[in-house]
């Protein structure tokens, strides 16, 4: 007889009238643990829940999981908030051991892994967890605590260890060339078509790791430094199922820079073209990979929208965040993307390190040059300003501990943004400086001018 595993999406927004995206990675373990042949699993999105804890003690009763496993997905909500998503994965932890208190519990998500052994400390409730990716580790790890035997040190796994954690740190190297299409019938993508306004809900992955080292981020520490490479036509090929069976027509390649390297995400492109599929599909792309060639490829492809995060407003901004990128291939690729007419997003950090009151007149001339370029095909959906989430082991927490923004004592489990407020204002007024802006582009307005 097969173990049965019950998995759960935890909650990863704040409320119901939330964008909401499909959950690739628990997914992907799903997937995993069901082709292995020993176990019936059972796939739970508490985003998708009316009553979300109401219905995951009745999923609970229903399946009588031999093991349940909790994915923490996000950390927070993005967008300047401070409200943590720790706080659902709490009460959603505490729940299920109130509902199934004998039932072995792993947790995981890429969450998860940027504060595994935290987590596992503050929360008694989880026997083990994945951290980063799971092809390699989760059929023996289930296995183990299915038969009741001592849990393997393998990569990526933490586990209880006497009065101690064990953490195996991953290795990823799961070769992406044998990767293979997720189950989706674990979990169908039908309802997740129905919810978003704006945001792709479906999500494809063609790459996992990155090989840039900005200062703020901590995507190469979810999946590695290296990047490694899906086979495009197997890429296409899910693209193409995911419309024929579930009549999916938009999704989002989840990669970190879906550009890069370029010839990838070409031959992807290609074979979409020369497949005649009517597919619509964003990414996040490197501003200095974008040529006139590459990006009228995408547009013709279906890309409907080009996400660009080039973080700096000013070169020194640039420097400082190790983008290896200069103003002038920020306005180069603001002139390729606004000549396909397609909409681009430009995703900007404010209050950084050595933020000045000439940094600020600076930023103004990048937004003023970006809204100049895409004015004349009104191509420019909007200018994202976010503060920096502050992380453990980057730059950013380097220079945030010398300036004086945090201590030590700091708890960077939640969200702590860098804010100083010499410069704090210079947020709203930026924001008030591009949205100004933004509303003149799409209504033909005049730019209006402040009293003196």
């Keep these: 007889m097969k173990s049965k595993i019950l998995l759960v999406q935890a909650i990863s927004m704040e409320g119901l009238d939330i964008e909401r995206v499909y959950p690739i990675g628990i997914v992907t373990l799903g997937t995993i643990l ?85 987590l596992m400390r503050d929360f008694p409730e989880i026997t083990c967890g994945i951290v980063g990716e799971a092809e390699n580790n989760a059929v023996p790890l289930v296995d183990a605590l299915t038969d009741h035997e001592v849990l393997p040190d393998l990569p990526g796994i933490i586990r209880r260890d006497g009065e101690g954690i064990r953490l195996t740190p991953p290795d990823g190297s799961f070769d992406m060339g044998n990767y293979r299409m997720i189950d989706r019938d674990l979990l169908s993508p039908v309802d997740y078509l129905k919810v978003n306004k704006y945001v792709e809900s479906i999500g494809v992955e063609t790459k996992r790791g990155c090989c840039f080292q900005c200062g703020y981020c901590e995507y190469p520490k979810i999946s590695g430094r290296c990047m490694r490479l899906r086979d495009p036509l197997a890429v296409v090929d899910e693209i193409a199922y995911l419309k024929e069976k579930y009549g999916v027509t938009r999704i989002h390649l989840t990669d970190s820079i879906v550009n890069y390297p370029t010839n990838h995400l070409d031959t ?8 005649g599929l009517d597919i619509h599909w964003s990414g996040f792309f490197r501003e200095d990979a974008l040529t006139r060639e590459n990006t009228k490829l995408y547009a013709e492809s279906g890309c409907e929208s080009f996400s660009l995060s080039p973080d700096g407003l000013c070169q020194k901004h640039l420097d400082m965040l190790d983008k290896h990128l200069t103003v002038d291939q920020i306005l180069e690729a603001a002139r390729v993307l606004a000549d396909t007419g397609v909409i681009a997003v430009y995703h900007f950090l404010v209050n950084v390190p050595g933020e000045t009151r000439e940094t600020v007149e600076e930023a103004k001339k990048l937004i003023d040059a970006i809204y100049g370029i895409h004015a004349g095909t009104k191509s420019l959906g909007t200018i994202v300003l976010n503060l920096i989430r502050i992380m453990p082991g980057t730059k950013i927490e380097r220079l945030s501990l010398e300036d004086g923004v945090i201590t030590p004592e700091t708890d960077l489990l939640y969200p702590v943004y860098h804010d100083p407020p010499a410069m704090r204002t210079s947020r709203y007024e930026l924001e008030v400086y591009h949205q100004t802006r933004n509303i003149a582009m799409w209504n033909g307005f005049d730019l209006p001018k402040p009293m003196k």
């Design 34 to 118: 069901k082709r292995s042949g020993r176990y019936d699993v059972t796939i739970f999105d508490m985003n998708m829940a009316g009553n979300p804890y109401a219905e995951l003690k009745t999923k609970i009763a229903e399946t009588e999981p031999d093991v349940i496993g909790i994915s923490l997905r996000n950390l927070d909500p993005l967008g300047n908030r401070t409200t943590s998503l720790i706080v659902p994965f709490t009460m959603t932890v505490r729940f299920i051991h109130q509902f199934a208190p004998d039932t072995p519990l792993m947790a995981g998500g890429t969450a998860f892994t940027l504060f595994p052994e935290r």
């Design 268 to 275: 992807i492109c290609e074979e979409l073209l020369r497949r």
